[in-house]
């Protein structure tokens, strides 16, 4: 008998053993997932929220046609993103959702869209917006470049423009 719960005390023991140290292992690895998650993404990485300043700009000439304007956008894993910018010439609109994708060595294309809105609400088309963009490999900055078209929504194209812009990732 006392042979007996002395095996099951060493089976017991055992078991606890492994299953402590398959917990431990599973706690380390996900560490280990989550300290790479935040190097990888310091380390030239888009994931995360940006807060960003637009320039509009003639497409020819490049020179700057109106006040500079802020906005936020958020990149999320697996290539989608939102946005909002605050630009005197849209006052009313609705959020823009868009995607994005990079090359892993800091260059990166988004595109989003949102619907401009009267001041009733009223949607009176699509804002199509393209950049292209490069993350500085020594800081939590990038840049961008690219344009936009307004459309009814029947397609037809209302106006058309370009931009660059500055972001600066939210810490």
């Not at 490049?62 to 910018?85: I, K």
């Given at each position: 008998m006392k042979n007996n719960r002395a095996k099951n005390i060493g089976i017991t023991f055992a078991t606890f053993a492994l299953l402590m140290a398959a917990a431990v292992q599973t706690s380390l690895n996900a560490q280990n997932r989550s300290d790479l998650g935040i190097l990888t993404q310091s380390a030239n990485r888009i994931v995360g929220a940006w807060e960003t300043t637009v320039t509009p700009?003639?497409?020819?000439?490049?020179?700057?046609?109106?006040?500079?304007?802020?906005?936020?956008?958020?990149?999320?894993?697996?290539?989608?993103?939102?946005?909002?910018?605050?630009?005197?010439?849209?006052p009313y609109r609705t959020p823009g959702h868009g995607i994005w994708s990079g090359d892993g060595r800091g260059n990166y294309t988004m595109k989003f869209s949102f619907l401009p809105l009267t001041p009733a609400g009223v949607p009176i088309g699509r804002m199509r917006v393209s950049q292209t963009m490069e993350l500085s490999r020594f800081s939590d900055e990038m840049s961008s470049s690219g344009g936009f078209a307004l459309t009814n929504f029947a397609g037809v194209v209302i106006a058309v423009g370009c931009s660059t812009a500055t972001a600066v990732r939210l810490n």
């Open positions: 700009r003639n497409c020819d000439t490049g020179e700057q046609v109106g006040p500079p304007f802020m906005g936020v956008s958020t990149y999320n894993e697996g290539g989608t993103l939102a946005e909002f910018g605050a630009n005197p010439t849209t």
